[in-house]
């Protein structure tokens, strides 16, 4: 098998991939599979709680908070969160910090007014200080994007806003590091990074922010409307609900957020310090305090466009794929996420300083 650092649709446990294998035609002695299986019968139903109340256990979420699976991806939550929130003042503050919060920022321009709490930087690299930040103080929510995957950056820190509900996208480090989650109003995360495939988006909402959706909300974004029908008002995406259940009991096999979070911060240091130690053969462009664990982009020799499409196709002979960077920064990245073991990452970093090495001899 290759070793997979794609940055979503991303790698999925191996043992997870092979008990849906075995339990693919037949599941639990039901003559079914779960793709053919009612999403209002009662095994369905049991699937659909236990995911729940996994991720309610994995992240010691607070009982006044309701946990809602539904479809339309991160771009999804985009919309929905406007729609659902910003009707309170008309007004909504963002941290654009990378490629998706701006995304979440335009989208949110046709809701109300959306204001940017400091100018979107001409690249994205860093985060500012937050003595820098103008906060509205009528601002219906703060939003922000905890780790930016395409452009590797990664909050080491969780905004302070004076009250106002705290609104964040985690789509692509959900699961990797403990939260308190008492300190947010709203959490979203698509599945496809860190625990399931594409298909089904978690939302972690506090009560008392759902209720107050437009009129123009559909009622599968309706906040309240989806956690009245405990997630099944329509057919939910069942199979992919299904595995993600399975890499929740995966993350509680292996100590779960906690043991994530050790291992992303063992990998991702294996990785910088490979890059720090290359005499600038390989750069970061991310400011260190704010470097991502999850996605490290890098480029070879200060984006020698010849030297990294070598180095890909080389990676890629060697077993290792999906590493090109995003198209809109180029480069390489990789994406460690909870799937890619330390193993996965010694083989990609040991690859690196053979690359340098003999880069440095030709």
Not at 81 to 104: Q, R
Not at 180 to 191: M, N, P, Q
């Amino acid at each position: 098998m290759v070793i997979n650092f794609a940055a979503g649709p991303a790698k999925l446990p191996e043992e997870v991939l092979k008990e849906v294998q075995q339990e693919l035609t037949d599941y639990n002695n039901t003559g079914m599979s779960i793709m053919e299986m009612s999403h209002r019968g009662s095994v369905y139903l049991k699937i659909n709680e236990d995911a729940m109340k996994s991720c309610r256990e994995l992240l010691k979420v607070p009982e006044n908070y309701k946990i809602l699976l539904m479809q339309g991806g991160g771009s999804g939550q985009f919309a929905a969160v406007c729609m659902n929130l910003m009707g309170k003042t008309g007004s909504a503050d963002y941290a654009v910090t990378g490629t998706w919060s701006w995304k979440a920022y335009k989208e949110a321009q046709k809701y109300g007014n959306a204001n940017l709490v400091f100018p979107k930087p001409e690249n994205f690299t860093t985060i500012p200080p937050q003595n820098e930040w103008k906060l509205n103080p009528n601002a219906s929510y703060l939003y922000y994007c905890d780790n930016e995957t395409v452009d590797g950056v990664e909050f080491n820190f969780v905004p302070e806003t004076n009250g106002i509900p705290l609104v964040c996208d985690m789509s692509s480090n959900f699961m990797s590091r403990s939260i308190d989650v008492s300190k947010f109003g709203l959490i979203f995360a698509g599945a496809q990074k860190n625990v399931g495939p594409a298909g089904v988006t978690v939302i972690i909402v506090r009560e008392d922010m759902i209720g107050n959706a437009m009129k123009i909300t559909p009622s599968v974004f309706d906040y309240m409307d989806v956690a009245k029908n405990n997630s099944v008002s329509n057919t939910p995406p069942t199979f992919i609900i299904y595995i993600m259940s399975r890499v929740f009991e995966w993350l509680k096999r292996n100590d779960g957020v906690e043991g994530m979070s050790k291992l992303a911060q063992k990998k991702s240091q294996l990785i910088y310090g490979t890059i720090n130690k290359s005499n600038g053969f390989y750069t970061c462009p991310v400011d260190e305090q704010y470097r991502s664990r999850m996605n490290l982009p890098f480029r070879i020799s200060g984006g020698d466009e010849a030297l990294e499409k070598e180095f890909l196709q080389k990676a890629e002979k060697a077993g290792m794929v999906q590493l090109k960077g995003h198209r809109s920064v180029g480069g390489i990245r990789a994406s460690l996420y909870n799937a890619i073991s330390f193993e996965n990452t010694e083989t990609l970093n040991k690859f690196m300083n053979e690359f340098y090495e003999g880069k440095k001899l030709s």
